[in-house]
């Protein structure tokens, strides 16, 4: 047989595996990966429920259900004061991993370039490789990870397809604003150049609110908007997201999403579009929930030796442990799940090169017993 030949020679196992895998090895507490502690609302279980019992158990339309396309339509109209058409401009996706796999898909071919800022997700380059494309990595700037617009500007070639930006900002928190997004549509203006916005953490900000790529009118029109209801429902494993784009993109992002997944899981669609509607209470009282969560952490580790960087939405904590250990971030990383008990991420490895300050990544979406026993150990260092 002829030896294989990788798509993918440099990727190992993902970092929120390899930690996870790790903290179970050592009984250590989770504050790695990046799941929330707490169960979906129950209403919303009881609905996927009754879709199930209901016989709703076939595959669903290919596009998403038709109740969840319009319950997404109104909810952006009302949020984001953006009208978007349920036909042909929403599809429904199996997380926001697939979507943004599609959309890169969709319009990437190979030679092109797409710009990613680091750190950033770990699911874009793989996703860029596969479909032949060149990965272009452009730092965001410390210390608070807003982008270098000189350098997005300098990077920008006449092959460059797309520009993958994420608000808020996961590892760091970071929140792009309306100027950032005036600049970037200026940026792009003149052109071939895509935008993919990632915005799964829309629901979780603290500090003002969060300017989704679609009140940018002009932006919106090359964009591929990405969303998913696993962090706003405490829903990660479930699986459901969605991708918002103009008909054209829509168009080809469904011939690569038919074939990827076709569908996505039919009763917690129906259960989410009924949910939408019924509680938007939801997702407007969820940024309290979780700024009260991200000030007991930090108050908790306020007399520990880490240094707490602002967290502007998300459910992370970013924190420097200069004062501990000059390890690198996946050696300290390592060292704190196996001797001390406690698992993060080391912010190194959303980087194509390692960032001058050595940070790891605190997930926050825990119930207070477990912040409380992960701060004792922490702050005993
Ligand atoms: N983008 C970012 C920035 C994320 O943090 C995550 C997952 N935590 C995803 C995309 C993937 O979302 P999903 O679980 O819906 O596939
Ligand atoms: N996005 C989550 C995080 O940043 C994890 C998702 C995953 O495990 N693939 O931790």
Redesign the pocket.
Known sequence: MKPLVSKLPTAGTTI?TVMTKLAEEHRAINLGQ??PEFQPPARLQELVEHYMRMGRNQYAPMIGARSLREAISAKTKTVYGARIEPESEITV????????FCAIQAVVHRGDEVIVLDP??D?YEPSITLAGGRTVHVPLRAPDFAIDWQRLADSLTARTRLIIT?SP???TGALLSSADLARLAELVRSTECLVLS?E??EHIVFDGKHVSLLTNVELAARSFV??????TYHA?GW???YCIAPQALTDEFRRVHQYVMFATTTPMQLAFADYLVEAPEHYLELPEFYREKRDYFASLLRESRFELLPVRG?YFQLAAYDAISDKSDVEFARWLTVEHGVASIPVSVFCARAPRARLIRFCFARERTTLAAAAAKLRVL
């Open positions: 929120f990046g799941f996706t199996s997380g926001a991993t697939e979507a943004i950033c997700y699911s994420n900002h996961n590892p990632d799964v953490y990405i969303s998913s209801f696993g962090k990660t699986k459901v997201g998300t």
